[in-house]
């Protein structure tokens, strides 16, 4: 049984059928279109406050001319050095009449809502699915008779709902300036208010861009998104992007090797990624939904260096394809395999992203498939100490979370009402226990009894059921009142850790080598 959709998810949704501007963004080699801010105007009081950087006169404000219009071929032009935008409401002449959406799941990650997103365009290619991410994200498409294409999904075992609605008003952009070019006025000073659905903004001399505190290059747009609020996407060069990313995703006090390592990882993510959020229009978000993304704030000479030396550079598979790659901070000695977090169709396709020892001097008598040797695994001391794993370092190499019994069912409640998962109705939880291992010791199934009807829990949501673990790599013990969970690593474990790259560059081990280690079956391309 998939995922089943609440009330909440269609309320999100009463503003889908929203037409949403298509620029000429269409994806490059070069430039990259990020979503640093997704869904504004949905918080009350939210504002955008956006400067020049440099406190001139350098923003070029463009805009249409009429407020209900997206087209800014005919645009007005502002010029200015500040500007703060909230939403507000504009009334419509005749009511917006939605068509009927159909949900059909809500999943905790892309790559779970990718998979039965594939799954259902093969069942039912008759429409038009389409990836949607209100938190969590979705699988939508429009339907002419939903009672029927619910029957028939509900015959595939999956839960969906659907809707259909009408509106009056719709959010627009809302700022107070000075009157723009063009616009004859008796008084220059004069001030106005600007209504408008859609704001490209772009820097003039080079400048930056500064939002809420933080400087960005290339150019803001911001358009309507699918839930009737506003996509803020800043749009630049593919290069300057990374500058942005590398210290947040790995730090800027990481040896050389390491930044070149995240430079080269961070750009093969960006073009193996880029259709993520094309149904609004950008590539990727500026979240760990995606890779993070700060803006040029954080920007440095360690990091732009590692950029510049690995310029172009990317990994690329057996067939000269753009690699999909992944990468968290620390694993507790022993990546995973792709199917041993998430889902998939073709089990080939990904099967080059296998699950990799990070101890160099591990015995190889282990087999972390069996209980016991893994909690020897676990527990031991002799993995920092005598084992050699690279991110022994790391504070969440190791970790500990105690549930108390009597709070069990509290937890799994709580993570079934937050990510929409489709499990059984329960009232209390009696007990937990796993069922199934990979060979790498990753969880693959969990078994939860309760005082109805058990249920498996399986692969990444795994972690979220019990409250958010680090890893899905870990032990249970028990005692009369306690669950105690003991793992290893954070993160998903799929591809590189970032620990352990930043200790192997200490050592004086390279990229390519750092590459290797993590993605044996890859190898190192240009754009």
């Known amino acids: 049984m998939r995922p089943s959709i609440y009330s909440s998810l269609a309320f999100l949704l009463v503003w889908a059928s929203l037409i949403i501007c298509q620029s000429s963004s269409a994806y490059t080699k070069s430039n990259i279109r990020i979503g640093i801010i997704q869904h504004f105007g949905k918080k009350n009081n939210q504002t955008l406050s956006i400067k020049a950087k440099t406190g001139q006169k350098n923003l070029q404000v463009i805009f249409p001319q009429l407020p209900l219009i997206l087209d800014v071929e005919k645009n007005q032009v502002l010029l200015t050095n500040n500007l703060n935008i909230k939403t ?32 259902l365009k093969e069942r039912f290619p008759e429409y038009n699915w389409q990836i949607l991410y209100p938190d969590p994200w979705i699988i939508q498409a429009e339907s002419d008779n939903p009672e029927e294409t619910l029957r028939r999904l509900k015959s595939q075992n999956f839960s969906a709902s659907w809707f259909k609605d009408s ?17 004859q006025t008796q008084n220059p000073a004069e001030t106005f208010q600007f209504n408008r659905r859609k704001i490209i903004i772009r820097p003039l001399n080079n400048d930056l861009i500064e939002l809420n505190g933080k400087a960005y290059a290339g150019f803001i747009e911001i358009i309507p998104d699918s839930f009737g609020n506003y996509s803020v996407i800043n749009e630049l060069p593919i290069e300057e992007y990374l500058r942005g990313v590398i210290p947040f995703e790995i730090g800027a006090d990481s040896p050389q090797a390491a930044l070149e390592t995240q430079a080269i990882l961070a750009r093969t993510y960006a073009l193996a ?21 700060g803006g040029l704030s954080a920007a440095n000479k360690v990091t732009d260096q590692a950029i510049q030396n690995t310029s172009g550079l ?34 080939r396709s990904i099967k080059d992203l296998s699950g990799q020892s990070t101890c160099s001097n591990l015995p190889k008598r282990f087999n972390l498939a069996n ?32 549930i108390e019994k009597k709070l069990l069912t509290q937890t799994l409640d709580k993570a079934k009402k937050r990510w929409q998962f489709a499990w059984p109705e329960f009232k209390q ?45 870990f032990i249970l013990e028990k005692t009369d009142d306690k669950i105690i969970i003991k793992g290893g690593g954070f993160g998903h474990s799929v591809g590189l850790s970032q620990f352990g790259a930043r200790y192997l560059a200490s050592t004086g081990i390279p990229y390519q080598n750092i590459l290797k280690i993590y993605f044996p079956n890859y190898m190192l391309g240009r754009i």
């Open 429 to 473: 939880i009696n007990d937990i226990e796993i069922t199934e291992r990979s060979s790498t010791g990753h969880v693959l199934k969990l078994l939860v009894k309760t005082d109805q009807k058990n249920f498996i829990i399986e692969r990444d949501e795994v972690r979220s059921a019990l409250g958010g673990l680090k890893s899905s790599l």
């Open 371 to 402: 209980e016991e040797d893994l909690k020897v695994f676990l527990t031991s001391p002799e993995a920092a100490k005598d084992w050699n794993c690279y991110d022994s370092v790391s504070p969440s190499f190791r970790w500990q979370k105690t």
């Open 273 to 293: 990624n880029y259709k993520r959020f094309s149904p609004e229009n950008y590539h990727l978000c500026a979240s760990q939904h995606c890779q993070v993304y």
């Open 314 to 347: 990317i990994l690329k598979n057996k067939y000269n394809q753009i690699a999909q790659i992944f990468y968290y901070s620390t694993d507790g000695g022993y990546s995973a395999n792709f199917t041993d977090i998430w889902p998939a169709r073709n089990p």
């Open 167 to 183: 509106f009056s008003q719709v959010k627009s952009l809302s700022w107070t300036s000075l009157a723009p070019i063009g616009l």
């Open 88 to 119: 507000n409401y504009i009334s419509l002449d005749y009511p917006l009449e939605q068509k009927t959406k159909v949900i059909a799941g809500a999943y905790r990650t892309y790559e779970n809502a990718e998979y039965w997103s594939e799954t």
